[in-house]
């Protein structure tokens, strides 16, 4: 019995010290979206998203065989759905990327491309808790094949060309202000105005 009480009371002291960790953590940076993950915090972020992944789901292979359609596919998709947050060249630099906490990953990097194709289909269909990324499965064939396409486009995106950046350009999503700067300057160069 006594060493019962004494592995509680252990138990008890260690919840104490983690919730004074956790609490002196939040009053120094306030949560605040602006601020960068320390090394520890996005490689417990990490080990956490891995063991989130159930084994059947990182062992899948991607079903839609690699072609420049489906390559193509994924860069529209991408451009319009994507980019907003993790840019077209994959960087997260953009601005709502730069206000996210943790920050949208380098998609260039090691720790993206490292992940198996299951992995980053697993990411895309479910999201990411507790992060920006949402959960963009549709539940049906035509929204999983969008995703698998989408992982091809992940792996090009190290050794993503000038031309393919420039067009997704063109397909990302624009604000109405300027569609009707466009629109405007269109019937000027007509002579409409």
């Known amino acids: 019995m006594r060493?019962?009480?004494?592995?509680?009371?252990?138990?008890v002291a260690l919840a104490s010290i983690m919730s004074a960790i956790a609490l002196g953590y939040v009053r120094s940076t306030g949560l605040s979206?602006?601020?960068t993950p320390s090394s520890l915090e996005a490689k417990l972020a990490r080990s956490v998203r891995a063991f989130a992944i159930p084994g059947a789901e990182r062992s899948?292979?991607?079903p839609v065989p690699r072609s420049d359609d489906a390559i193509r596919a994924g860069l529209e998709h991408y451009a319009d759905h994507c980019a907003s947050c993790h840019a077209n060249d994959g960087s997260g630099a953009t601005?709502?990327?730069r206000g996210l906490f943790?920050?949208?990953?380098?998609?260039?990097?090691?720790?993206?491309?490292q992940l198996t194709d299951g992995e980053l289909f697993y990411i895309i269909e479910n999201g990411i808790r507790f992060t920006g990324m949402p959960a963009f499965a549709t539940g049906g064939a035509e929204g999983e094949a969008e995703s698998w396409k989408l992982v091809h486009f992940i792996r090009r995106l190290p050794q993503l060309p000038e031309a393919d950046q420039e067009r997704m350009k063109q397909l990302n999503p624009r604000s109405?202000?300027?569609?009707?700067l466009e629109i405007e300057e269109e019937e000027f160069l007509r002579g409409a105005r």
């Open 3 to 11: 060493r019962l009480v004494k592995w509680l009371a252990a138990i």
């Open 33 to 35: 979206a602006r601020a």
């Open 60 to 62: 899948r292979r991607n």
């Open 95 to 97: 601005q709502f990327g």
């Open 102 to 113: 943790p920050r949208p990953p380098d998609l260039r990097l090691a720790a993206t491309q």
């Open 176 to 180: 109405p202000e300027e569609i009707r």
